[in-house]
């Protein structure tokens, strides 16, 4: 393509960005404006109009799929060959083969997977411990190195660095240090790296071996770095190596989407980028072309701190997000599958809509009503509940208290699971809780009685009844918060919006871990384009305890951002008999076979009314229900005395809203 081609359909702060001469640059990208396209603009305009060659491009990703699809753009644009885009690891990988290859070395064997050497090592923290509940303890320890190495971090570095910060694991700091230690005398012993090596070792040759570094600094002269937000600081010095004096850097990536500190990340390597890369200058794109007006405003005013560069929409106005309010987690999970299960009804693809929480055990609730309710799921990037180590670990636990004590009844080796995992980690914890938490309900529907092995069949029949869960290609997804980093959907459901789990409690006392709260909240509310729906519960259970819940105290401020003044609405299932009453109604939507005109009145309708409810503060319900709306819309009444005849509507009801209803009538 021609260089005015490459810029012709770009707004003006793309455009700025893409021809910016400044370097080093960072490009400050919020949600939604457009990153990846001017990352390759920028490429292949400076490409085109000869400022940058191709063959000596360097373009840095943090997935081999957000390669691919830079690589994929480049070609649409023009630029058919000669960059060359990966991770991080990727290319310090290609680049310590070569030098191996150079000086006639043997490059030492790649240890794909920790827990190789770090099996045998977890031995002195894991004695008597089940082989489930060793893969756990082996998977957290490779978590704690790998957040070590990428702070920079020796054993003994890490066991004071991890007490200052508070970091939250199920070891002793000096336990894990002890392994650590042990692993990297194992590792050298045997001549191996792991991944974490490839960016020190990469690294470290740019910095001590003149001739590699001159090979490397002569193939790569231009960098270019995507998501530079997730950097960490081994990568960071990794990019400072690949430069040495030059300036020829171009960051891309948003500081408000900085969610992975508790992996290493630096989220001030784009707010502070003339600290890390001197005279570096920031641009900054201003337009979210993602979500509408309402969600743009909702999500950005939960950031953290006063001064942040303005951001607007745009598209046209949609929905003002809902915040909802449930008398516990299992009404709050049975009121989504009924939204869900009504909007599909609409016409809509199940896979227009997401789900998300913010943690892993929270899916449980989720994974249950959506199957009661025939709604079709996949939980993305994690296991369904039934299939994580943790849950499995916890399963053993007590079949193994089963077979050691058979008299004792089910109740109690209930309470002994939530009782032993008090003393484990956050995440065990969780699903421990989570798991009591079923196991009370199998105790109702056995009236009182039961056994580990009934329960184990009760877990496979409510969570997948035999089947995948619905995991087709046309299905609802269940992630976290984290997971859901890049990726969008027309309607997303924010669940879990308690002080507690937002934030998280162990951030609670952290001014850094609350910040990062705050930014995982927008990146979890920017993913929605259309429809944002957040919701909260008032009780929650907790193993064999229910305990009331605070509102997140993020709430407040994306009420704030809306114009929101009143309270949440409560939602019209506060109790069993509602929600099993609600929900046998969706299945038969009494708006099912209303046609076009009909379809539109409806919603006209059902906005108007979600506006009296909120200023009156009471349940929608509670003003005319949903078989009342559409009898409205089919009956489409002129006068008072039609509207006085559609069952729902009396005399009351007549009085409080019937001009309201008719006006809107005759406006559509």
């Known amino acids: 393509m021609q260089p005015d081609e490459l810029l012709a359909d770009l707004d003006p702060a793309q455009r700025a960005a893409v021809i910016e001469p400044a370097q080093p640059l960072a490009i400050l990208a919020p949600a939604g404006s457009g ?120 054993p003994d570095g890490y066991e004071k660095k991890t007490s200052n910060v508070g970091r939250s694991t199920s070891f002793q700091p000096a336990q894990i240090a002890r392994i650590f230690a042990a692993y990297e005398k194992e590792k050298k012993s045997r001549g191996l790296i792991d991944f974490d090596d490839i960016i020190r070792d990469c690294a470290n040759a740019l910095e001590t071996d003149a001739e590699f570094r001159a090979v490397q600094r002569w193939r790569f002269r231009h960098i270019f770095v995507d998501e530079f937000q997730d950097a960490t600081r081994a ?53 979210n072309y993602r979500s509408t007006p309402q969600i743009v405003a909702a999500a950005r005013a939960v950031l953290p701190g006063p001064d942040r560069s303005p951001v607007q929409a745009s598209g046209v106005d949609g929905p003002v997000p809902t915040i909802v309010s449930y008398e516990n987690g299992e009404d709050e999970a049975a009121g989504v599958a009924i939204a869900l299960r009504r909007a599909h009804g609409e016409g809509r693809r199940w896979s227009d809509f997401a789900v998300l929480y913010r943690v892993n055990a929270q ?169 944002l729906h957040c919701s909260h519960a008032r009780n929650r259970a907790r193993g064999e305890r229910t305990t009331r819940r605070s509102v997140s105290p993020f709430l407040a401020d994306m009420e704030r951002g809306i114009g929101i003044a009143t309270p949440a609405v409560p939602a019209p299932e506060t109790n069993k008999r509602n929600v099993e009453k609600a929900r046998a109604t969706l299945r038969t939507d009494p708006s099912g076979d209303l046609d076009p005109d009909e379809r539109k009145l409806y919603d006209a309708l059902v906005a108007w009314r979600l506006v009296q409810a909120r200023a009156t503060q009471v349940p929608a319900f509670v003003i005319l229900d949903n078989k009342t709306l559409a009898a409205v819309a089919r009956a489409h009444p002129q006068t008072p005395k039609e509207l006085l005849a559609i069952s729902g509507i009396g005399e009351v009801k007549l009085a409080r809203y019937g001009a309201a209803v008719l006006e809107l009538i005759g406006s559509e």
């Open 35 to 154: 990153k990846t396209r001017v990352l390759t603009r920028r490429i292949a305009w400076h490409s085109a109009t000869e400022r940058i060659e191709a063959g000596h491009t360097l373009a840095l990703t943090y997935t081999r799929k957000a390669a691919g699809e830079l690589r994929s753009r480049l070609r649409h644009l023009g630029v058919r060959d000669g960059v060359t885009a990966g991770t991080f690891h990727a290319i310090a990988l290609a680049q310590l083969r070569r030098l191996h290859d150079d000086r006639g070395t043997r490059m030492p064997e790649l240890l794909e997977r920790k827990a190789r050497l770090l099996g045998p090592l977890v031995g002195s923290i894991t004695r008597g411990k089940n082989r489930i509940e060793v893969s756990i303890a082996i998977t957290e320890v490779a978590s704690e190195i790998e957040w070590a190495k990428a702070k920079g971090l020796t």
């Open 235 to 287: 990568q960071l010095l990794l990019v400072r190596a690949w430069l040495g004096d030059r300036s020829d850097l171009c960051a891309v990536g948003d500081p408000d989407q900085s969610i992975f500190g508790f992996a290493g990340a630096v989220p001030e390597a784009l707010e502070r980028f003339d600290k890390w890369f001197p005279g570096g200058s920031t641009v900054h794109l201003g337009t």
């Open 363 to 531: 899916s449980v609730a989720f994974e249950e009503a959506l199957h009661r309710s025939g709604v079709p799921f996949r939980v993305r990037g994690d296991a369904a509940f039934l299939d994580r180590p943790e849950v499995l670990a916890l399963l053993d636990g007590l079949h193994d208290a089963a077979r050691s004590a058979p008299g004792r009844r089910f109740s109690e080796h209930l309470t002994d699971l939530v009782t032993e995992a008090a003393e484990l980690g956050e995440e065990r914890r969780d699903h421990a809780q989570a798991l009591a938490t079923l196991g009370r309900e199998y105790l109702v529907v056995e009236g009182g009685n039961g056994s580990v092995a009934g329960f184990n069949v009760f877990l496979r029949t409510s969570l997948r009844g035999g089947d995948d869960g619905g995991i087709g290609t046309d299905a609802v997804e269940l992630l976290t918060f984290h997971r859901a980093k890049g990726l969008e959907w027309d309607t997303v459901f924010i669940t879990g919006l308690e002080k507690g789990l937002v934030p998280i409690s162990h951030a609670q006392n952290n001014l850094a871990a609350i910040d990062e709260e705050r930014r995982l909240l927008y990146v979890a509310a920017s993913r929605a384009r259309r429809e």
